[in-house]
């Protein structure tokens, strides 16, 4: 029996120098078994690896490993997110270029990640900053533009004005700029889109096959595309002309009490041009969002055109029309009708302004015309006070409404969506060079492709703001694709979520010479198994899932989901302090419940996601250092539920160290003892049963628990062969978790080759079989017993059986029982 203790640094290094020679994980083309593709999504490369990457890559590690032993060719690739605005920052703030960063930071991370001994193909890792890379992209976006879903159109963004750059919503801190401080102002730039709208039916419809993904996150992409079957109509502006407006509820239309246009309407721009006030209004516009959910929380503004909308129902009835902050052009018709009654911002609005507020919809409650209170009333019910339509449910209502406009030849019945087409331009140096060249006689021509890449320029500066490619003196002059005439190439970039919705094919397929080999990517794709936090739940999945879509529209690719299975894995969590004086401290700034430093008492604040701007990040390096990767690995397995939030704890890593310490004991043991022992055989199949299905229903707390439950039989146990062949499947169940351990152990018992490559115990289907039961045994109602008995037994034997035993000898006391009741397989009741 092994007495020394796991050398788990010594075991760690040795086994993952094994692993690299090899080559292990890299995955077999050639293999004619079953293939799995397991995927992590791939990590910004922002300096180090946290316990959220720990905890992500460790399940998709063991999903992998499993895979393999179970007899697949496994793909599990590792590469780098390394475009974005971080790198930009980071060279404006240091003095470094981006590139030098982003590559430093990148190998930092991957020797960070190989310490942890994951199973990843390193061979296929790939960054998309690099010219091998994003070349292809490159291509890939010339196909697209040659099949029209790419095009050009000015669009409304956010300028910082001082840093001369536009910034996503994000970077919009109550209406500044987040590093300026310069008030943001709306500006129309011609921008790149993708047209992702031409494939909205198919991505709506598509979720209903993708029944391995969660249901939330397909209910939030669902909601993003935002389908939705209304009636566009128009009002009569009384002085001459009309407005256009849509909407999704024609059943509240004798509710309207106002109609508002948006600050670039034209009939905002048309008052404006006459109206001094109305032209300052639209210039505030400016300064507001530019998405519906960022005007969905600011304060709703309008201003008074002086102009009169005619109801379409009723011509005497005029609404004012306003120019409001709330509307959007890029939405719908940049102008909607609002009734306050039954939408929330109608009627914030409304209150404002002083507007009627009529109920059209009642539950039953109240029905009165005059709505009264501060929250509009949005649930199901009748409509009312709305001439033809009183008594309808709110969907006939709307059918009612449809119908009688194209009879009346004022609007029509017609599907709209939330969902806008994609604006892939970024006015930034650090992304993927859009490979247009704009010609003053041709337009906008396509690169040719014997061109590409189109490669960054080495030397540029940040020490003026903006896009350091508009100032470069040589790199964006160049001569037309088409007539061979002085033209500029564009100087956007591409949004990095370009570059990640296509890399899982470049993973399945890496040639040279284009993009990927249709065959090769396709005998991968789709992803099995996609693992990533929820946070990317709609970008990220929903362009993923357009790229390939397109693809697969233009003949590139026949597939048309990416990922046929994605997990959503919980965050890690942990305390956060701040100092008496108000500042974030990190946990290695504190001990006792004092400021190490200061000796100052530290306030304990609630237990959150772990962030840099929070300090509340525990780095793994140390923690690998002083306990190994195996017990890393199994501490994030084994605390919750892999869907839930895991908090971080100094106690549950060291109880996580204490059994791997204890499995090595256990696998350790070498007695060569006769004699069976069924019921420890027994559980070693059904063990072996449980921790497969919860490995394939990502359910790892329970592979964990099951392992415990078996490590605690075998303690247990007397020696003989089947507590033997017991520690020996034990190892082999745990090794996709802990596998330093197991290979070290595989090793010490004289096995040939690696335990990476063996297979997974084999399952011995009557050993699953239950032909024993637990029977409970009373007297006079009260638990005396509990008997293990054949499954079936007849009456008469589970009475004899129940009649011999000691407990119930002591509990009858001499006395005979006077009737006995027997319920099969579960309960012996004995009256006295």
């Known amino acids: 029996m092994t007495t020394t203790r796991f050398n788990a640094l010594k075991a760690d290094a040795h086994w993952q120098t094994v692993w690299d020679e090899r080559q292990t994980f890299a995955a077999d083309t050639t293999s004619d078994r079953p293939r799995a593709y397991v995927l992590e999504m791939f990590p910004y490369p922002s300096g180090r690896i946290h316990m959220g990457h720990v905890r992500n890559y460790t399940m998709g590690d063991v999903l992998a490993r499993y895979r393999r032993m179970t007899g697949h060719a496994v793909l599990h690739p590792m590469g780098w997110d390394a475009f974005g605005m971080p790198a930009e920052n980071a060279a404006m703030e240091k003095g470094v270029h981006p590139g030098n960063w982003t590559r430093a930071n990148i190998q930092t991370m991957k020797a960070q990640l190989k310490r942890l001994g994951f199973a990843l193909d390193w061979s296929r890792e790939l960054a998309t900053c690099e010219p091998d890379y994003y070349g292809h992209e490159q291509a890939l976006f010339l196909d697209l533009f040659a099949a029209g879903l790419v095009y050009r159109k000015e669009s409304s963004v956010n300028w910082d004005p001082v840093d001369m750059t536009v910034l996503a919503n994000e970077q919009v801190i109550d209406g500044r700029g987040w590093r300026s401080g310069a008030v943001v102002e709306k500006r129309k730039l011609s921008q790149w889109f993708l047209k992702i709208t031409d494939f909205a039916d198919e991505l709506i419809e598509g979720l209903g096959g993708l029944d391995h993904w969660p249901d939330k996150v397909k209910l939030m992409q669902e909601n993003w595309i935002g389908r939705s079957r209304g009636l566009r109509f128009r009002f009569e502006i009384a002085t001459g002309g009309e407005v256009e407006v849509f ?188 490979p247009i060249v704009h010609c003053p006689s041709c337009g906008p021509v396509a690169v040719p492709k014997d061109q590409l890449p189109i490669v960054l320029p080495e030397d540029v500066s940040f020490a003026v703001p903006g896009n350091p490619l508009d100032r470069h003196p040589t790199w964006k002059h160049v001569a037309c694709p088409a007539c061979d005439e002085p033209a500029v190439r564009e100087t956007d970039t591409l949004d990095t979520f370009v570059d990640s919705s296509w890399y899982f094919i470049r993973f399945a397929s890496q040639p040279d010479d284009k993009p990927f080999d249709r065959a090769e990517a396709e005998r991968w794709l789709p992803v099995g198994q996609y693992i990533g936090g929820v946070e990317h739940a709609i970008l990220h999945l929903l362009y993923a899932r357009f790229w390939t879509r397109a693809l697969k529209h233009i003949g590139k690719l026949d597939v048309a989901e990416p990922f046929a299975g994605l997990f959503t894995q919980g965050m890690v969590t942990h305390e956060t302090y701040k100092s008496a004086d108000g500042r974030w401290l990190s946990p290695d700034d504190v001990a006792n419940g004092v400021e190490t430093a200061t000796g100052d008492a530290v306030t304990v604040g609630r237990i959150e996601k772990m962030s840099k701007s929070k300090k509340n990040v525990i780095d793994p390096e140390p923690i690998v250092d002083q306990y190994g990767a195996d017990a890393v690995r199994w501490f994030m397995l084994s605390d919750s539920p892999p869907e839930r939030d ?187």
């Open 646 to 832: 895991l908090e971080w704890s100094e106690n549950g890593i060291e109880g996580a160290w204490r059994f791997v310490q204890r499995l090595w004991r256990l696998v350790g043991q070498a007695d060569a003892a006769d004699g069976d022992d069924l019921a420890l055989r027994k559980l070693a199949h059904r063990t072996t049963a449980g921790v497969a299905d919860a490995i394939e229903g990502l359910q790892f707390n329970k592979a964990v628990a099951l392992l415990y439950t078996l490590a605690a039989a075998v303690e247990k146990a007397t020696p003989s062969r089947d507590r033997t062949d017991a520690a020996a499947t034990l190892l082999r169940l745990a090794a996709p978790m802990v596998p330093h351990l197991a290979e070290e152990a595989w090793a010490a018992a004289g096995n040939d080759g690696l335990i990476a490559d063996a297979a997974w115990p084999m399952i011995d289907p009557a050993m699953l079989v239950d032909d024993e039961v637990t029977v409970a045994v009373q007297v006079n109602g009260k638990l005396r017993d509990t008997l293990l008995l054949p499954k079936g037994i007849a009456r008469e034997e589970a009475e004899a059986a129940a009649l011999a035993s000691e407990k119930v000898v002591r509990a009858l006391d001499g006395k005979a029982p006077r009737k006995v009741i027997v319920v099969p397989d579960r309960l012996v009741n004995l009256v006295a």
């Open 247 to 434: 909407t999704t509820r024609p059943d509240t239309i004798f509710g309207a009490s106002f109609v508002a246009v948006a600050a670039d309407h034209p009939i905002a721009r048309a008052v404006a041009e006459r109206s001094p006030e109305a032209a300052a209004f639209v210039e505030r516009c400016k300064q507001g969002g530019t998405t519906a959910a960022e005007l969905e929380t600011q304060e709703k503004q309008g201003f008074d055109t002086g102009l009169r909308a005619r109801h379409p129902l009723d011509p005497s009835w005029e609404l004012p029309v306003y120019i409001a902050n709330f509307v959007l052009m890029e939405y719908g018709t940049g102008a909607v009708f609002g009734v306050p009654a039954h939408d929330q911002r109608d009627l914030d609005f409304a209150r404002k302004y002083d507007l009627p507020v009529k109920r059209v919809v009642s539950d039953g409650a109240e029905d009165g015309p005059v709505f009264v209170g501060d929250t509009a009333f949005t649930g199901a019910g009748t409509i009312v006070n709305s001439h033809f339509l009183d008594g309808m449910d709110i969907e006939e209502a709307k059918r009612a409404v449809v119908d009688r406009a194209e009879a009346g030849g004022w609007g029509t019945g017609s599907t709209v969506y939330r969902l806008r087409d994609w604006g892939v331009s970024r006015q930034r140096y650090w992304g993927t060079p859009i």
